[in-house]
């Protein structure tokens, strides 16, 4: 029996784009010790399939086996539901779940096997159950569609099932400086049943211009397809069938490629880890340090990064796309045979030309470089525009606001200038005011009191010219001098 861990979902697609890591290497890197050349991802395209080098059947053998085996594993990967106690069997879930989605939503689920894990704890007791195709596991992937109980005993979900390539389509020529969070939230409000967008990398892990779209609806993806086009932001992309990578047989006791353990003619079984031989492996003492038998690196022999499984899985991706298309080739053999009675066509006399080496320069894509060129200096010209526009936003309100102070600064003067005239005016009329004044001490009270206090003065005698009261003399006089000194100040200030 083959290696578990070397059972990945396997789709009816038969070949992968990229793995669990995205990276387009998956299917890019081959063995660089038997001298191949670096594989292209794998996709529906003529002018990346025809960039496939040329298969070496001296160096890498696929059997049979391995081909059979890649085309006939599960499809999707299961869906894994968790119960306490082993009283429910496999069938009675299968029967319980496919009655349920029957009366309730009116949907035909196709279950392709339910089993009970190899993995189930003592305690917990998983089961898998194997969905055969799109719509039914897009509409199981809701956990909402489930029943609640299988033979009244709850359950749970452990792990979510990853969303296989049945499921998944791929953009091409997604530019690299765009906002690639923009870019996700635009895709998702327009399509909702898209789960996730991932940027593809390449086996230099460098963001390249594929990326890959994860749904939850088949329809949706169906309808996509069918129209080869996706508009995001204004923008028209391609889109492709987003391809899974062909699974690869390896023997559980030798570790060998491309064949079961029923038909190894090795005696000894292998370990995969330390690579050493032994008659029971339940007791061998492993040293625990870890060695490929295919490479001699330090990784365990069924590891799918091993270079010599990559270039295993190369050629027999290879071989599954040449059947693909020689089964296309006899279609039309057949076509053309029963059309034209006087002359049959046969292929195999006409043998395809070897691919070149270097391809032709694709002026689509010089045209599509241009065009991501020019929508660039594009948006830099938006974001000179925007500056510029807040920038006149903000003048435009600055000069507003001096306006209005300018406004109120020439009130304010135009009051001042109100208030001084009115000063000026009051200053006049005081100053009227003041001058009557003086010219009535001046010229009429000062004169009356000097000849008053003459008067007085000459009262404050007798008759023998003697003064009577000296201190209303020496008053008199003091009042005298103050008014001719009162007066000398009026003339010298004028």
Known sequence: MPDPMATEPVLHKIVQHVGDTHHVQDVQQVQKAHGLQDIQPVSNDPEVQGALPASHPEQISITTESTRYAQTRYPFPPFIIRFNSGKVTSNKI??????????KYQMEINILNCRLSNRSSNNDYDFLVFLKDASSFSFLLDQNHWPSTFSNEDYTFPYSPSIPPQLSLLIKNVDLRLDF???????????????????????????????????????????LLLKRKITVDYIVYDIDEYLAPANILICSKCMGLGHFMKQCTQVKSTCRTCGDCADDLKLHVCSKIEKCIHCGQNHKSNSLKCQVVKSFRSELTRKLLSSINCSTSSTTNNI???????FKYFSSEFPSMPTPQYLPTNHNNTMLTKLD????????????????????????????????SDLIVKENLNLFSKQS????????????????????FIKLIIPMFEDLFGLIASQNQDKKGNILDIDLKLKLERYLIQMKKAKESKYSTN
């Open 94 to 103: 299968k029967e319980g779940l496919i009655a349920y989605c029957n009366q």
């Open 181 to 223: 969070n923009e870019f996700c939230q635009e895709i998702k409000t327009r399509y909702p049943q898209i789960k996730n967008v991932i940027r593809l990398k390449n086996k230099f892990n460098n963001d390249i211009k594929l990326v890959k779209l994860e749904l939850t609806s088949s329809s949706v993806r169906e309808e």
């Open 336 to 342: 053309n045979n029963m059309s034209n009675s006087g």
């Open 373 to 404: 060129d020019l929508l660039g200096k594009i948006t830099e010209v938006n974001n000179h525009l925007s500056n510029l526009e807040s920038k006149y936003n903000k003048f435009e309100q600055f000069k507003t606001e001096k306006q209005e």
């Open 421 to 440: 005239i009115e000063f000026k005016k009051d200053l006049v009329h005081h100053s009227l005011l003041i001058e009557r004044h003086d010219n009535l």
